[in-house]
């Protein structure tokens, strides 16, 4: 009887129910482990998330704090980049259409950040930079020193590596709808991928990059536009007070114009018997001003206001020293003004601003 009841349907239900209640005892402390590994998961992700959104309210911060001044946007952008990314230093480069220029960095080793402020930075094809700007998409490597480029000796990646320590790298391109602006690249010295979190933040404040220098590009335009409102109304205010006063007019247009044009000099001259004459400057030394009141321009392809007469339209040359059919270089050849270029030589009409 007693082996009927170790057989029947009840005592075998009875054996499979202990047999589970022990197994689910011994497996109890490898649960509470498995528990115990998701909450610190979680307590990571929780923490890296508030971290992040930290550091995007200082760079918002910042970008409110500095109307106007990308500087410091860059420099929190890049800080709190390098930080949450576990990386060692980063940089920010602005695009020009052929090359990178370097406007921002972070802890950058110095021989690195030298080779980079050399001249515009042309990254070589084939490269990451290369590709990332080429395509417009965020790019990555775990390991620098790996790829084809290093081993072929790639000047660029060589220099990365040999100078700045560098051995994974993170690139995100900073773009306006499909235009590209610039570009943000983190660097570590040690091998070690980045994590979707850390591209998703750095990708961010490109997107915030860029919205800081459209922001400012608006500013600026607007502050130019009430500066030249502004000097128009003050010369509208000396024309009406000095109805016979031309010379008083002529300084005040002087003035303005340099202000505006951001120039250091300016001069309008006038036609008189065939011939231009010196009319009123802003800014010339005293012996220049004088050596200009004795000048005499005629239309013609030699000097900026002669140009001006003769083609009848705005006229600027960026070098006059490197120009083309550019004879008047007596201004240039006097000593104390040895590094006078017209870097921003400007003309309308019969006046010509000189900087």
Not at 103 to 122: I, K, M, Q, W
Not at 176 to 187: A, M, P, Q, R, V
Not at 327 to 337: G, V
């Amino acid at each position: 009887m007693s082996r009927k009841g170790a057989n029947s349907p009840t005592g075998r239900k009875l054996r499979s129910t202990g047999t589970k209640a022990r197994a689910h005892v011994s497996n109890g402390p490898n649960s509470l482990i498995e528990l115990k590994k998701q909450l610190e998961a979680r307590t990571r992700e929780l923490a890296e998330a508030r971290e992040q959104q930290t550091a995007t309210s200082e760079v918002l911060q910042t970008i409110s704090r500095s109307p106007g001044e990308l500087q410091p946007v860059f420099d929190a952008m890049l800080a709190n980049a390098a930080r949450l990314c576990e990386a060692k230093f980063g940089t920010l480069y602005l695009w020009d259409g052929d090359a990178l220029r370097s406007v921002a960095a972070y802890n950058v080793p110095p021989a690195f950040a030298e080779s980079r402020r050399r001249g515009p930075f042309r990254p070589a094809p084939g490269g990451l930079l290369h590709e990332v700007l080429r395509n417009k998409r965020t790019g990555y490597l775990a390991d620098i020193r790996a790829t084809r480029a290093y081993a072929e000796r790639d000047p660029s990646v060589v220099a990365a590596v040999e100078l700045g320590g560098v051995r994974a790298l993170l690139a995100v391109p900073m773009l306006k709808d499909d235009e590209l602006i610039g570009l943000i690249s983190i660097y570590r010295q040690e091998v070690r991928p980045f994590t979707e979190n850390q591209i998703e933040l750095v990708q961010n404040f490109a997107t915030q990059a860029v919205i800081a220098i459209e922001n400012t590009r608006l500013l600026n335009e607007l502050r130019e536009s009430l500066q030249q409102q502004t000097a128009t109304a003050d010369v509208l205010k000396v024309i009406s007070r000095s109805t016979f006063d031309l010379r008083t007019v002529l300084d005040t247009l002087t003035e303005s114009a340099a202000r505006l044009c951001d120039t250091d000099m300016a001069s309008i001259v006038r036609l008189k018997d065939s011939v231009y004459r010196h009319a009123a400057s802003y800014g010339l030394p005293p012996d220049l001003n004088e050596y200009m009141t004795g000048v005499r321009l005629e239309p013609g392809h030699g000097t900026v206001a002669g140009r001006v007469a003769l083609e009848r339209k705005a006229i600027q040359i960026p070098d006059v020293q490197s120009e083309a059919g550019y004879t008047w270089l007596k201004l240039c050849e006097r000593p104390a003004h040895t590094r006078f270029s017209a870097s921003r030589c400007y003309a309308r009409g019969f006046p010509s601003v000189f900087s």
